[in-house]
């Protein structure tokens, strides 16, 4: 009987492994979760995911080999940093907050305010060779792709990644292998998704109920920008008809000050001035401080603004649905226990997302 | 008789905990059909249960399917006596539904929309998701207005639905 079993467990690894090694991918994804629109040249591969890893918490990423993508994206925080903005490799500051990564492949538009970037392969040389502000610092031409050759383990990781290539040390297969790294960090684990989807109804509190249904009261109404299973309307997934994303301006400031002018820095339509992405309140009591800039400090705070409506009312772009409230010290603690439910600890904690390097 | 305090004392703190506990603010347990109808109703879940039952699914926002189970409104405004088949005409065709939610939420039907012989819409009243009861948020009762695209009229945590007559 024990020698059966062992039999059995030794052909289901046979099979998991030629599943890998077909490059079949499974997003193993929570319930309620669609699939993940994915671009058709870069077809999700363990091989891939594996690499993006590696590269993702990878120093030799950066200029002075200080950084990474890391540091601005932390898996304990849901992959934010805790700051109010980005600090690069150099020192840097960036104007805006590191967004989480979390369940980033549903996103049709990504950073806080371009609308013209969907695709995270191309996203990624953003941080890699941007110059204002300086993230990674890299610049092509300069020894970076060398130095990953001298590390032994990419020769292995790159090659099951991109089989068959002369050469796969090339900035696109980086940039594939990160963005494939990217996708799989889904987040639907948390206490909601056991309440919602797995039928515990202990798995919240009762504070945590009552906060679910301001959320979506109509007075409220938290759900019209951030709706769906991932809280954000700027998510699509492989099923869903391709719509405008839409962008909000909430109120911070009039005027919003540069460089953070949201869209318009992209459409130039004065009425899209302050207008930035909904992110996703997935995991959200880790990812404060809060709004592009992190100016907003707490969940408390942030619920605070949206009773009353903003702090910038006379902002002609501040979307009518930044109308305000009323909203008792209960009501708003009752918000901020629903919110604390969408933190999956799990993921938090996944060493399928974690640092794959030994530790110096 | 120490006991006896003692467990009036239990009793005593219990009542204090459970008033002190803010009510969840989900819909009603029944909802009311009521306006100018000759068979005003109140239906619970087993109410609906007893009345023909129909499924439909549908895609969420994100593009996942959820399959909702009810009662058609068509056959709650039929037994509620609202005027429906070869009595939709006229001055009936002057009329509304109005649904409220438990929040204050309100929108509007016309009952051409319902009818067979005119829209034919598939609007149920739901109870339940993916076999399971609605709760929270979502129920205990919600609309489905199944050819919406937007999901603005699937009114959640009904209470009441209302027919008006503009024209008597």
Redesign the interface.
Known sequence: MKTLAIFVAVAWMGGYARAGDSGAYDWNLPK???KPRIPADNPMTAAKVELGRYLFYDTRMSVNGKSSCAPCHKQELAFTDGRAVGLGATGESHSRSAMSLVNIA?SVALTWSNPNMSQLEEQALVPMFGEHPVELGLREGDDFLSRLHSQAKYGELFGQAFPGEADPFTISNITKAVACFERSIISGRSPYDRYHYA?DDNAVT?AA??G????????IACFRCH????FSDA?V?????RREIEFHNTGLYNPYPAPNVGIYEFTHDPADFGKFKTPTLRNVAVTGPYMHDGSVRTLEDVLDHYAAGGRAHDNPNKDPLVHGFPLSK?ERA?MVAFLQSLTDEELLNDKRFSNPWPSK | MKSRHVLVGVLLAVAVAVAQTPQQQSGPSSFTVSGELSTPLKLSTDDMAKMPREKASVPDQDGTNIEYEGVPLREIMKRAGAPLGNQLRGKALASYILVKAHDGYQVVFTLGELDSEFANEKILVADKRDGKPLFGYQGPFRLVVVNDHAGARSVRMLESIEFVRLQK
Do not use: C, M, T
Not at chain 1, 227 to 230: I, K, L, R, S
Not at chain 1, 237 to 241: A, D, I, P, Q
């Open positions: 309620g979760f669609p549903y039928g009762d109920k009552r679910e249904i301001l959320f979506f009261s109509q007075n709706g769906g299973f991932n998510g997934s492989e099923r869903s008809v209960e009752d």
